[in-house]
């Protein structure tokens, strides 16, 4: 045929054809085929796609071959040794469909394939690799003449260099690798920056393949010498051009390979003093800092982080104060590099490129932008650099703040305030954002110097911690000023001041440990302590007020949070401006900020509170533990007032649904913050609460009528017995538990679909439930099964997501009561109590091996090996008769289908626990009786009785799986083929 598709759709059959039916094919006929292919891949004037197809057919036919008959490989081997000139300009050469065909037997070999018996395809990788040396050999030769001819053939380069990297991707390198072929291979890589990129990207695919392994030579230091000799070449070329001139995909495949060889092998030469690792950091940094693209700027930051990351690593190579004194000045040098191009003063055109843009809805939000992960990166890297040269390049940045700071303080002059609003005047604002951003940039890189004034380094170092001080109070009173003034939050000068007020903010949250330090050396006056906390917060605070943006209302709450559980300054609750945010939590005026800032202050407010203070000083916990009472009786006022007459109809609940759930979900905040407290926090916050939660119990069964309040009920009734369930008591807690279990029935009862959030939240209840030990809990086992079973199985049949989450429900029955199946002190240990529910959880848990969520089935699989090695659940006389041999079945029918690939691993791993507690040595026991009856209803007798010759007994893991795997390979092979 003329029709390329119609060759096509023949070569495709042809392809199947041979897949499927090759063990139906005589010798004679198999060998006429290959013949065939292999002129068809030599035609002339034909379209490459169908050239490869032919390849591709052709060298499958062979590798079936290569046990008995070596043709098609001799017949390879020629190809390469021909002709590397084309006949014509649009046909390939002999020698370049030959290479063709060692690429595509190269892939062919070593893709996952299930058209092959295991043993065929092992035989015929070994016979591949057995000619690897002389693959290699004729490769290397083949690029060192193609590199020695006048004209370049770009196609027969390109094509060879592809084959070597996929070789390269998987052979053993240990014996192969050769002077010659680093040396031909770094030659073409740098021709990459000689305009020829294809040929460098080809190349430098290849190098990565070679420094990416885990490899050992067998002339170790000659290797990495050559190597690195190679590197310093070629990144010499590169960085006396412009890296603007390189091409984009060779120069992604450049600092590919330096993260490669930087992670991999710089720590194999650092120590020798003949290899230059001064030079090739110098020519590293030289690299890094030409970047103009951020991407390709933020891959170079990635080398030298592995790079400093080595460094971190030689803990017994550091002088005495720290640092490595080798290389300081390198430090030194990528810190100014770093300080440089994270400015728009010095590295303006590219962070022009940077996107920083926020719209309206996302100012309300906590958004991360390019220049947030394009900053965090540096930023990460100069933490670093510091905890090795901790003094001088906090230094750095201490002076560039100070600078920007005073800056900062004299571009207020060119910023108006009028009747009209604030105006910018003698500067455009463009170059005014760009100003507020450094200084927003190096407030936030001051963070990382507050290690270097602390401990050690507090007196020495107290006069520049109280300047950095004195800059955050004051960048944060200008920038509060003019937030108050401007209604426009998305102005970019607006926002530049709020990015300098969040930075500042966050450099006080930094200085919590100082704080304490401050505290320790003025404990002959404490007053001046008490007034610098109390300076910052009433700085700080008062912008809470009436801020807009999500982030800088999380950064101020935090930085209280931080004060309180850092600090614990015993007079934070006569601060001014702390007494304010009670109140305006008592008066609900922050119900509309974001719900993680709502929590953070909700929080910090109730540990300000409760939390032990500083030793030594008296803690007053009687009358704490009567103003916690009065700001929670102050702050859930409404809800005390409420009567069941405003929340006994519907139209009624809907009216008080917002402030009740508001009311509730600050409830789960206060409570769970003190989870893990002291338990005089926990006994305060119980006194305050537990009113508030009796009258939520009065009010609790007409919530069945609205699935959201019901679903903030589920959720404080689950931080109650997480938290307080010492404090409040077992009658409290087994009747509030008990409610929530009857509106559950009601609400399902009362409405043909209850919300999936409900649902899911009342199983995050009892999962808590079913796990707490004492008896209290443990009565609700009966009703909680019953509930699961019989109500909450039915609804989750519907709806996916909430299948994982119902199965760990049921896990946790089994394994959190396993007593309530199986009593500890019961005569019989094989007499299953409640035997109903025992086998109804557990044949759900094996319909869930036959769902299509992978996530389940991993979670179910390996639940049932976790519940066998705590519990020994497959011995169990009860498992063994009813359930063993459906698991048995469905988890080889997971295998065997290959449907999983993905959790191959945990699925084998409870076959094998299955089949390990049913053995019977003498004959191989329950696994190879159902192993045989599975593969007898999937395969013919003349097959199923090769194959049972290869089934081994379970001696070990390990064996038990590489005999699984081979198993699976092969009839999977069998099943495609049709046998």
């Not at 084959?163 to 021709?191: G, M």
């Not at 003063?345 to 022009?352: G, H, P, S």
């Not at 020495?460 to 003019?482: E, F, P």
Request: glycine share 4%; proline share 3%.
């Amino acid at each position: 045929s003329q029709s390329q598709y119609s060759q096509w759709w023949a070569l495709s059959t042809l392809e199947d054809y041979v897949a499927r039916k090759w063990t139906k094919m005589s010798a004679s006929d198999g060998n006429s085929l290959r013949e065939f292919l292999y002129q068809g891949a030599l035609r002339q004037n034909q379209i490459q796609f169908i050239t490869i197809k032919y390849i591709k057919v052709f060298v499958n036919i062979g590798i079936r071959q290569w046990k008995n008959n070596s043709t098609f490989f001799e017949q390879i081997m020629q190809l390469v040794g021909s002709s590397t000139v084309p006949t014509t300009h649009n046909n390939p050469s002999p020698a370049y469909i030959g290479v063709s065909m060692l690429t595509v037997l190269s892939e062919e070999q070593n893709r996952t394939r299930h058209d092959m018996p295991a043993e065929l395809l092992l035989a015929s990788k070994q016979k591949l690799t057995e000619h690897i040396p002389s693959i290699l050999s004729s490769l290397t030769g083949l690029l060192d003449s193609l590199r020695q001819q006048d004209k370049t053939n770009s196609a027969m380069c390109g094509c060879v260099l592809q084959c070597l990297a996929h070789l390269l991707s998987w052979v053993s390198l240990s014996d192969i690798l050769n002077p010659l072929l680093i040396e031909t291979i770094f030659a073409y890589a740098r021709q990459g920056t000689k305009g020829d990129s294809e040929l460098g990207t080809h190349a430098m695919s290849c190098i990565n393949e070679i420094v990416g392994r885990n490899l050992v030579p067998s002339q170790m230091e000659g290797f990495i010498l050559q190597l690195f000799q190679q590197t310093l070449q070629l990144l010499t070329v590169v960085t006396d051009g412009s890296v603007d001139d390189i091409e984009h995909g060779y120069h992604k495949k450049l600092i590919e390979f330096l993260n490669l060889f930087t992670s991999g092998h710089l720590r194999r030469v650092e120590s020798n003093p003949s290899f230059p690792v001064l030079e090739f950091l110098t020519l590293l940094f030289k690299f890094t800092d030409s970047q103009t693209d951020p991407d390709m700027f933020s891959g170079t930051v990635d080398v030298c982080s592995s790079w400093v990351d080595f460094l971190l690593s030689l803990q017994g190579s550091l002088s005495p104060d720290g640092t490595v004194p080798r290389y300081g000045e390198a430090l030194k040098t990528l810190a100014h590099m770093i300080l440089r191009k994270v400015r728009y003063q010095t590295n303006d055109d590219m962070l022009e490129e940077v996107d920083d843009t926020l719209d309206g809805s996302e100012l309300k939000e906590i958004v991360h932008t390019e220049w947030d992960l394009f900053l965090g990166k540096l930023t990460q890297l100069l933490s670093k650099i510091i905890e090795l040269h901790p003094v001088q390049i906090s230094q750095m940045i201490i002076v560039l703040c100070n600078e920007h700071c005073e800056a900062f303080y004299q571009l207020q002059s060119n910023i108006s305030v009028t009747e009209e609003g604030v105006q910018v005047e003698n500067i455009d604002s463009e170059t005014l954002c760009k100003h507020l951003r450094d200084i927003a940039t190096i407030m936030h890189l001051i963070q990382l110097t507050v290690p270097s004034l602390v401990g050690d380094h507090f007196l020495v170092q107290q006069d520049t911690a109280q300047n950095l001080l004195y800059h955050c109070i004051k960048c944060i009173q200008i920038c509060s000023s003019l937030g108050r003034k401007c209604s426009d939050a998305n102005w970019p000068v607006s926002r530049g001041h709020a990015q300098i007020l969040e930075s500042s903010v966050c450099v006080l949250s930094t200085f919590c440990q100082w704080f304490l330090n401050f505290s320790n050396a003025n404990t002959a006056n404490p007053q001046l302590y008490e007034n610098m906390i109390v300076s910052v917060l009433d700085t700080v605070l008062p912008s809470f007020e009436h801020q807009r943006e999500g982030r800088v209302q999380q950064c101020l709450v935090d930085l209280l949070y931080k004060i309180v559980i850092v600090c614990r300054p015993h007079f934070i609750l006569s601060v001014p401006s702390v007494q304010a945010l009670f109140h305006g939590c008592v008066e609900g005026r922050y119900a509309t900020y974001s719900n993680s800032a709502l929590t953070t202050i909700h929080k910090a407010l109730t540990l300000a509170i409760v939390m032990p203070w500083q030793q030594g000083i008296d803690q007053q916990w009687p009358s704490r533990d009567q103003h916690f009472e009065q700001f929670i009786t102050g702050m859930f006022s409404r809800l005390l007032q409420m009567t069941e007459s405003q929340v006994s109809t519907s139209e009624a609940l809907e009216h008080n649904t917002p402030l009740l759930t508001f009311y509730l979900s600050s409830l789960c905040d206060i409570v769970s913050c003190v989870a893990h407290r002291e338990t005089k926090s926990k006994q305060i916050v119980c006194r305050a609460i537990l009113p508030v939660a009796r009258h939520l119990v009065t009010l609790l069964p007409h919530f069945e009528k609205s699935s959201l309040i019901f679903e903030h009920v589920l959720s404080f009734t689950t931080v109650l017995c997480d938290a307080l369930r010492v404090q409040l008591g077992q009658q409290f807690l087994q009747q509030l538990v008990g409610l929530c279990l009857s509106n559950f029935t009601k609400s399902k009862s009362s409405s043909s679909e209850v919300a999936k959030t409900t649902v899911e939240k009342f199983i995050e209840l009892l999962t808590t439930v079913v796990r707490e030990p004492s008896a209290v809990f443990k009565s609700f086992t009966p009703d909680i099964i019953n509930i699961a079973l019989n109500d909450i199985r039915l609804y989750v049949e519907r709806v996916e997501t909430l299948h994982s989450s119902f199965y760990l429900l049921l896990y946790s029955i089994l394994d959190f009561n396993w007593n309530y199946f199986y009593p500890r002190n019961a005569s019989d240990r094989e007499a299953c109590l409640n035997r109903e529910s025992f086998l109804a959880i557990l044949q759900l848990f094996g319909s869930s091996l036959m769902k299509a969520d992978f996530n389940v089935i991993k979670q179910n699989a390996v639940a049932l090996t976790d519940l066998n090695d705590k519990h020994e659940l497959f011995t169990k006389q009860i498992f063994t008769a009813h359930l063993k041999g459906h698991f048995m079945t469905v988890l080889l029918d997971l295998l065997f289908s290959g449907a999983m690939p993905i959790i191959e691993e945990e699925l084998e791993e409870t076959l094998y626990q299955l089949a390990n507690s049913h053995l019977e040595p003498s004959k191989g026991g329950f696994y190879v009786e159902a192993l045989t009856k599975y593969l007898a209803s999937i395969l013919p007798p003349p097959i199923l009785a090769l194959l049972l010759n290869k089934i081994e007994v379970p001696s070990n893991g390990a064996s038990f799986k590489i005999n699984l795997k081979c198993l699976v390979n092969e009839v999977k092979y069998y099943v495609n083929c049709g046998a």
